[in-house]
C-alpha cells in the first residue's frame, strides 16, 4: 500500500492533465487553478529536506571527527549565520544579508565557473590532438566557430564569420536536430513510462 | 637542427600547466586595462530580438516578461545582455515584468533592474514590475496560468503587492499582451517555455544563453519556436550597440530614439574608449553627448578580451598538435 | 571606504578559489565550504518571505482558506525522507508534482518531435536543405543500433558521424568562448571594480 496509493495518484493526476491539454473546458481549467493553489502551498517545505540533508552529512562529519571536519563547522556557521541575517534584517537591498550575497556567495559562484577556463586552455594545449580524420573536422569546425565569434576573426578574412554561421545553420543545425528528436522521443517515452506506472524509481528505495 | 626543434617541441610538450594558466590570465588582464576599439558586428539572431521589442515602444497594451533562470555563476555573459533589454525597453518606454525561479537569481534580477534604471525616470508598477521569486516546482502552474490570467497567476509582486491593483497591468492581461518572453540562462530553460507557453499559447519566446548552450539552440530558431537568440557575451556587446545606435538617439525627428535600420547598424562605429556615445559613419564623427557608462559598454570591452584569448586557445591547440606529431615522428623513427 | 572594504572580501574569496589553480589549500577549502553553507542559508529567507508567507501563511491565516492546511501537511512529510521507518511518507508530496508529467507528453512531443521533424521534411530546394536533410536521417540511423553499421547501412551512419563530428566542433567552439567569457567576468572584477585599473 505504502506504494501502491502513491502510484495510483500520480497515474490519476497524470492522465487528468493529459486531458487538460486537449480540453479547454471551465472544469479543465478549475482543476488547474486547485492544483496550482495545491502545489503552491507544498512548495515552500521543499526547502527543509535541503537544509536536513546538509546538517546529517555535515554534522555526521563533525561528530565522527572525520578528516577536514573542521570545515564543515564553516559550512554550518556559514548556513546559520546568512540565514539568521536574513531573518532579523529583512533581504531588501542595503541589508547584511545581501551584502553577503554580493560580496561573498556571488563571487565564490562565479569564480568556481570561471576556473574551468584554464583548464580548457590547458586541454587545448595537451590533450586536442588531430589523431584521426574526424578529430580533425571537430578541431577545424572548432578554430572556425571560435573565430567567427570575435571580431578580430571578421577582420582577418570576411569568409571566417560567413563560413562559421554555414556550420552552425547547417551540419551543427542536422546534427543538433538529430539528437534532439531523439531525446525528446527518449523523454515522451519516459513521461509515458511514469504515467503508466511502469517507471517508479521517483518513489525512491524501501517498501 | 632538426633534433634541436623536436628536443624543443619535446619540452614544451611536457611544459607545467601552470605557465598556461599564466599565459590564459595575462591574455585578459592585458586587453582589458588596455582597452582599443573593434568593430561589433550584430547578427540577425540578435537583431530579431531587438526589433521585436522595438516594436512595442510607447504601446500600453503591450509588455515582455524577462525570466531569469541562472545564478551567480553565468553572470558575466548573462547581466550585460540583462541591463542592456531593461536599458532598451526604459530608453522606448516599453513595459517590462521580470520574474526568477531560484533564489539565488532574485538578487540579481534586483541588481540588472536597478542597475538600469539609475539613469532614467521609471516607476515600479507603471513602466515596469519585479514579479519576484516563485519557487521552480511553481514554474508549470505560473507558466501555463499566465496564459488566462497573469495578475491571477503571479499573485504578488516581489514586494507584496497585489499585482492586479498595478497600474501597468490595466491593459494587460494574458500571453496576447505580454507577447515576448526572453529567458535569460545557462541551460535549457528557455525550451521549456518553447514547449510550453509557445506551444500552448503562441507567444513568442526568445533566448539569452551562455555560449555553451548557442549550438544546441539552432533548430529551434529554425524552426520559428525561438524568435532570436543572444548568443553569450557577442550577443551582450550586439545589443549593448544597438542601444546606443537607435534607442538613445535623439534629434528633433526622433525625440526618443530611432527605428532599427539594418544600413544603419553596418555602417555606424561607437567607440568604447570614449566617455560619451560618439557615432563614426564613414568617417564623420558626431558626439551626442549622451554618457556612455562603463555598465552599458562591458560586453564590448569584454570581447576585446575574448578575441586575443580565443587567438591564444587557437595557437595553443596548433602548438601542441605540432609537438603531437613531431614527437610521433621521432618515436617512429 | 564601505565600498572598499566590500570590494575586498570578494576579491578575497574570488582569489581563495583561484589559489586551487597553484594547488588545493586551506584558503579554497574554507572558501569552499562557506560557499555551500551560504548558498544553502541564503535560499531559506527567501523560500520563507517568497513562498512560505503567501501561499501558506496568508490564505491560511488570514484568507481562512482552511482547504490549504492539507497540501501544506504534505508538503510537511518531505521532513520523514530521512526516517527509517517511515520514509515513505516522503513520497507524498513528490508524487503530488510528479503528475504534471501527463502534460509533458503531447507538450514536448510537439516541440521537439513533431515541430523538428516537419522542419526537417521542408523541400530540398537549396543544397543546404538537402544537406540538413541527409545530416538529420544519417544521425538517426547511426543511433539505431538494432542493425550493424556495416555494407551500404555503414556508409550511410558513417555520414552521420561527420556531420556530428561538425556539430561537436561548433558546440566546443562555443564552449571555449563560454568558459573566456566567464573569466573575463572575474577579471573585470578583480583589476576593473576592485583595484580601479579599468576604466
Known sequence: ?207 | ?333 | MFEIISNTVAAFFTLSIFSFLYKDNPFYKFAEALFVGVSMGFAIPLVYENAFIPFVYTPIFLGHKFSLIIPSLLGLLYTFRFSKNLSWLSRYPIVFGMGIVGMGVPMSIHSSVLVQMRSAMLPLDTVNTALIFIGTVTILLYFFFSKDHKGVYGKFTNVGVWFMMIGFGASFGYTVMARISLLIGRIQFLVGDWLGFIK
Open chain 1, 1 to 207: 500500500m505504502k506504494r501502491q496509493i502513491p502510484l495510483i495518484i500520480v497515474i490519476t493526476l497524470g492522465f487528468m492533465f493529459v486531458a487538460h491539454s486537449f480540453i479547454p473546458h471551465t472544469i479543465s481549467q478549475d482543476f488547474l487553478t486547485w492544483f496550482q493553489d495545491w502545489m503552491k502551498a507544498i512548495s515552500p517545505f521543499a526547502v527543509v529536506l535541503g537544509i536536513m540533508s546538509l546538517f546529517m552529512v555535515h554534522g555526521k562529519k563533525i561528530s565522527y571527527k572525520a578528516p577536514n571536519w573542521q570545515y564543515s563547522i564553516v559550512t554550518l556557521a556559514g548556513l546559520i549565520f546568512t540565514a539568521l541575517t536574513g531573518f532579523i534584517w529583512g533581504t531588501q537591498a542595503g541589508t547584511p544579508y545581501m551584502w553577503i550575497f554580493k560580496n561573498i556567495q556571488m563571487p565564490m559562484s562565479s569564480t568556481m565557473f570561471a576556473l574551468l577556463a584554464f583548464y580548457i586552455a590547458s586541454a587545448a594545449y595537451k590533450a586536442f590532438r588531430a589523431r584521426s580524420p574526424e578529430a580533425t573536422v571537430l578541431l577545424v569546425a572548432a578554430i572556425i566557430v571560435m573565430l567567427g565569434q570575435v571580431p578580430l576573426g571578421t577582420m582577418i578574412s570576411k569568409w571566417i564569420p560567413i563560413s562559421s554561421k554555414w556550420i552552425l545553420n547547417v551540419p551543427n543545425l542536422a546534427s543538433k536536430r538529430a539528437i534532439m528528436i531523439g531525446v525528446g522521443l527518449g523523454m515522451t517515452a519516459t513521461s509515458l513510462k511514469i504515467l503508466l506506472g511502469i517507471e517508479r524509481t521517483y518513489l525512491g528505495g524501501g517498501d
Open chain 2, 1 to 333: 637542427m632538426n633534433g634541436k626543434i623536436i628536443a624543443f617541441f619535446d619540452k614544451m610538450q611536457k611544459l607545467d600547466r601552470r605557465y598556461i594558466y599564466l599565459m590564459v590570465a595575462l591574455s585578459i588582464i592585458i586587453p582589458l586595462v588596455i582597452p582599443f576599439n573593434s568593430p561589433t558586428f550584430t547578427s540577425e539572431t540578435t537583431e530579431n530580438i531587438y526589433r521585436k521589442i522595438d516594436s512595442f515602444a510607447g504601446d500600453p497594451t503591450k509588455a515582455v516578461l524577462l525570466s531569469f533562470s541562472h545564478d551567480a555563476s553565468t553572470m558575466p555573459e548573462l547581466f550585460p545582455m540583462e541591463v542592456s533589454v531593461l536599458r532598451h525597453c526604459f530608453e522606448r518606454n516599453v513595459r517590462i515584468f521580470t520574474i526568477c525561479w531560484s533564489p539565488a537569481a532574485a538578487p540579481l534580477m534586483e541588481h540588472a533592474i536597478n542597475t538600469a534604471k539609475e539613469n532614467y525616470d521609471v516607476t515600479s508598477g507603471v513602466d515596469y514590475v519585479n514579479f519576484g521569486y516563485k519557487p521552480n516546482s511553481l514554474f508549470l502552474p505560473i507558466v501555463l496560468g499566465m496564459g488566462e490570467d497573469i495578475s491571477e497567476a503571479i499573485d504578488t509582486d516581489s514586494q507584496g503587492r497585489k499585482i492586479k491593483n498595478l497600474d501597468i497591468m490595466k491593459e494587460i492581461k494574458n500571453y496576447d499582451d505580454m507577447n515576448l518572453v526572453i529567458d535569460f540562462s545557462g541551460g535549457g530553460a528557455a525550451l521549456s517555455w518553447v514547449t510550453y507557453a509557445r506551444a500552448k499559447f503562441g507567444v513568442n519566446v526568445a533566448a539569452g544563453i551562455t555560449a555553451v548552450m548557442v549550438a544546441d539552440y539552432y533548430p529551434y530558431l529554425q524552426t520559428g519556436q525561438l524568435i532570436g537568440m543572444f548568443r553569450g557575451l557577442k550577443g551582450a556587446a550586439e545589443y549593448e550597440k544597438m542601444v546606443d545606435v537607435f534607442a538613445s538617439y535623439e534629434t528633433d525627428e526622433y525625440p526618443n530614439g530611432r527605428p532599427f535600420s539594418k544600413e544603419v547598424i553596418k555602417n555606424v562605429k561607437v567607440p568604447i574608449t570614449k566617455s560619451t556615445i560618439i557615432y563614426i559613419e564613414d568617417g564623420v564623427e558626431f558626439d551626442t553627448g549622451i554618457p556612455l557608462n562603463y555598465k552599458y559598454k562591458v560586453a564590448r570591452i569584454g570581447m576585446n578580451a575574448q578575441s586575443v584569448a580565443h587567438i591564444m586557445i587557437i595557437v595553443f591547440i596548433i602548438l601542441g598538435n605540432i609537438g603531437f606529431f613531431l614527437t610521433r615522428k621521432k618515436d617512429n623513427l
